[in-house]
C-alpha cells in the first residue's frame, strides 16, 4: 500500500550535524502533515517536528534553533536537518506521514525508525 522508508542515521560527535530522510512510496494521491518522532530506551516517544502541506512548521522546544524540517512535495519525502547536536538527542526518530489515498481517504503511516546516537 504505503511505505515509507528512511536514511541518515549514525554516530555523531557532540556539537555535529546530520540529515535525515523519509520517501513515502505507493498509492499516494497527496500528503498533509508530515513529522519526525523520536524515542529513547525506557523513554515515551515524543514529537520532534511537524510541517503542513502548506509548509508552517512546529518544533518541540528542546530541539527548537537547533533542528529544521522540511518537505519535497514532488518527491513524497520529509527531511530533518539536525545541527549542534547533544547526548540528549540520542534516540530512534521515525518518520509520520497523514497521506491521501484516492477520494479523499486518509491514514497514518510510519517509518522503520532510524538510530542516532550522539557521543564522543
Known amino acids: 500500500q504505503v511505505q515509507l522508508v528512511e536514511s541518515g542515521g549514525g554516530l555523531v560527535q557532540p556539537g555535529g550535524s546530520l540529515r535525515l530522510s523519509c520517501a513515502a512510496s505507493g498509492s499516494i494521491t497527496s500528503i498533509n502533515d508530515m513529522g519526525w518522532y523520536r524515542q529513547a530506551p525506557g523513554k515515551e516517544r515524543e514529537l520532534v517536528a511537524r510541517?503542513?502541506?502548506?509548509?508552517?512548521?512546529n518544533y518541540a522546544d528542546s530541539v527548537k534553533g537547533r533542528f529544521t524540517i522540511s518537505r519535497d512535495n514532488a518527491k513524497n519525502t520529509v527531511y530533518l536537518q539536525m545541527n549542534s547536536l547533544k547526548p540528549e538527542d540520542t534516540a530512534v526518530y521515525y518518520c509520520k506521514m497523514v497521506v491521501v489515498v484516492g477520494l479523499g481517504y486518509q491514514a497514518q503511516f510510519w517509518g522503520q525508525g532510524t538510530q542516532v546516537t550522539v557521543s564522543s
Open positions: 510541517i503542513t502541506k502548506g509548509g508552517s512548521t
